[in-house]
């Protein structure tokens, strides 16, 4: 699934969509198990709870 297919269905299902990572952001979708990327590190420090893109289509059902 691509970024704007998953955006979509978040916003169906009545999610909000974040293109930034900040203190109101609940989870953030990766399947970069090394976390070497900034907003991977920023999103860790502020306690985001990280899923995969299983977890995520698990979530939308």
Known sequence: MDKEEAQRKVIE???TVR???ST???YLVTND???ETKNYNK???L???F???TEFLKMLK
């Open 51 to 53: 899923i995969d893109e």
């Open 19 to 21: 293109e930034e990572i």
């Open 47 to 49: 306690g985001v709870t």
């Open 33 to 35: 198990s090394k976390g």
């Open 43 to 45: 999103a860790r420090k």
């Open 13 to 15: 299902k009545g999610g």
């Open 24 to 26: 109101d952001l609940w």
